[in-house]
């Protein structure tokens, strides 16, 4: 991490050139602008940037999606300000000579947080929890999968036939790991180099599937490490003539990448959720309980938050280490919610939300229900113990965009946690997704219908 002082002192070095000014879309992609780095000093770091307006209201391809209160033709597509939160500034050590700062994003008339941001939701979660005294502490456990073939070659083979990098499923294997240091070392350095600590890296149950974990922050720090580490490695696969993808679900032989968040509140300095009443075999507190109770209960309205593409419901197959069903556990990795450690490091493991979620989204989704529970003293179901996938009288998750989304537009408690405005936003975002798919010819289509049907 780096003070305006210590940027200062590597501009004039000559070590520090470039400042990347930047903020999530809808998607979770980082959005912004490259600065010359006196001209941020002297300007940027003290007045802000500014950012059109369309930027929150694009498809995948960045064109224009009609249909948006916030931004659209008849309002011009003007201006948001884009407001350095000078906390995150950090080298970009994967970047030759850069420093990366990320934002807020701001109404330019007044000021003001444009509400639909996704980090301004995520920002009014962590605001309502200190409300009540609590912090929260939270981890983003991502997977991703590497190939040797380039962005450029991947592409041109039209994703398909790429050469992952083991040949055998690779889960906790140091042998095929230390094959995919070539890549993982150097992910885990330029990580540490740029302010986002490492705990450490691992093999997963797929074809060059990998997890590289980081340390635990308070929620809005943690995605903003999330958002930081996914645009690292994505350029580092790419400047080292590799390829890698965040989807939730690459192959359909294969496993599925996820984005296990797990969530502990801290008042008054200790572990809230630490206590000595019981919960099945768990010595809890009653916050605890209610937290898991509130989480669960409202998992199925923000299920966007936690799988926002077409492509993210096609992880949730039995017996694939994703979750099909709604239920909690003990240390049991078929279920939704598992909960691990105990006493002070006493925490909720939610292993729904997929690799593809939008950081900010899916952390304000799992803290806003779980405050929730705690106003509301929601109880959690009793603990299930034995294979909860094949537990056909529990819950399942919601099994499409189209479905989720249509919870999430109806959710009284996602008007409440979030207002109407943002779920109007997103559910016109989620729906506009939806739409693009349903109207795509698939190379399943061709295969199926080309000459037999």
Known sequence: MLSIDELATEVAAGTIETVLVGFTDPYGRLMGKRYDAEFFLANVAKHGSHACDYLLTVDMEMNPVPGYRFANWERGYGDVALVPDLATLRRASWLEKSALVLCD?????DGAAVAIAPRAILKRQVERAAAAGYEPLAASELEYFL??????????KGWRGLEPFSAYLEDYHL???AREEVFTAEARRHLRLSGVPIEGSKGEWGLGQHELNVRYANSLEMADRHAVYKQCLRELADKLGFSLTFMAKFAA???GSSCHIHLSLVKGGRNAFSGTKLLGPIECSDEFRWFLGGWMAHTSDVMVFYAPTVNSYKRYQS????????????DNRTGGFRVVGKGPSLRIECRIPGADCNPYLAHAAALASGL???????EPPPIFTGDIYAAEQLPRVPSSLREATERFEQSEFAKRAFGAEVVEHYAHFYRSEQEAYDKAVTDWERQRYFERI
């Open 105 to 109: 994003v701001a109404r330019v008339a």
């Open 147 to 156: 190939f040797r073939d380039s962005y450029k070659e991947a592409a041109a």
């Open 175 to 177: 042998q095929q790991g």
């Open 253 to 255: 032989d294969g496993a």
């Open 319 to 330: 017996a694939s280490w994703a979750p099909t069903r709604l239920a909690w556990s003990s």
């Open 372 to 378: 929730e529970g705690i106003e509301k003293r929601i």
